[in-house]
């Protein structure tokens, strides 16, 4: 089976660089060159491996095997302006979470529309921008930033990596300090947190002559959230039952979130809280 070949721009994003400083370093190294405003491939990058693609929508244009990425020459590309995109590509997470964990930080702040980078921002080597079409704000950072031990600390935070030991048992401490029993729970407390969501944790519901335990309790909205796991045992299942009935009888509306979609939590939760009445950004 012959390799799989991509696009320059492709490439640029697989190494998450800037397309722009891959198509200057191809052409420096002598891989294509720019002729009427079209780029061809030289005798080198034919010998590296690039290819002509014709596309019935875009045309012809170069395109390179993905074992291309490992090649030396690659190495020298600079460090490129990370997006809160591109940087949600390196750790998995998306853009918007990223943006929200840097305003955490303290490094950019909320704009009207768009993010505005803040003096400890700029200290870290963050940079300013303005989108042309919109004029919308924005900042871009170095590559240092992802071996910056406060940004490594948030994103273990907020995928549940993150614990501390004390004496014997484990202790999870929240990005505000709050310390939670599990590693789920560390999850959904960090978001909440992050996304400026007011809440409380094991909050007491009373009604009637009766009363209940939420995991989370979101008293603008009058929602909880309880989280259960993929294998409850029969005392989980009667206490989820419960609590199901319980909000259905006095009127509150609630949110599940089980193992599976843990990992999920920022498009879970983003998505149902919207269908409440609460737009996170």
């Not at 490439?11 to 294509?32: T, V």
């Not at 010998?47 to 020459?73: C, R, T």
Request: charged share 20%; aromatic share 10%; with cysteine.
């Amino acid at each position: 089976m012959s390799e799989k070949h991509i696009s320059t721009t492709a490439l640029a994003r697989q190494l998450h660089k800037e397309s722009k400083e891959l198509f200057i370093l191809l052409a420096q190294g002598g891989w294509m060159v720019k002729v009427d405003n079209h780029w061809q491939l030289t005798e080198k990058g034919k010998f590296e491996g690039g290819i002509y693609i014709n596309h019935p929508k875009y045309g012809e244009y170069i395109a390179w095997p993905e074992s291309v990425q490992d090649h030396p020459l690659l190495r020298l590309l600079p460090e490129a302006p990370l997006s809160a995109t591109h940087i949600g590509n390196k750790v998995d997470l998306p853009a918007r979470l990223i943006n929200l964990l840097l305003a955490e930080r303290g490094w950019i702040k909320k704009h009207i529309r768009g993010w505005l980078l803040t003096t400890r921002g700029k200290a870290i080597g963050g940079e300013q921008h303005a989108s042309e079409q919109t004029g919308v704000p924005y900042a871009t950072w170095p590559e240092s930033l992802l071996d910056n031990s406060l940004f490594s600390d948030a994103i273990a935070q907020i995928t549940g990596a993150s614990f501390q030991q004390s004496s014997s048992q484990t202790l999870l401490i929240a990005l505000n300090g709050q310390q939670v029993k599990s590693s789920e729970e560390l999850i959904v407390e960090n978001w909440l947190y992050i996304a400026g969501v007011n809440h409380a944790r094991d909050y007491t519901l009373h009604a009637g002559n009766e009363t209940i335990n939420a995991d989370f309790f979101l008293p603008e909205l009058q929602v909880c959230i309880d989280i259960w796991g993929a294998s409850d045992n029969a005392a989980a299942l009667t206490k989820k039952l419960s609590k199901q009935e319980f909000y259905k009888k006095y009127g509150y509306d609630f949110i599940e979130l089980h193992d599976e979609t843990i990992a999920q939590v920022d498009e879970v939760l983003a998505k149902q809280l919207l269908g409440y009445g609460l737009a996170v950004y």
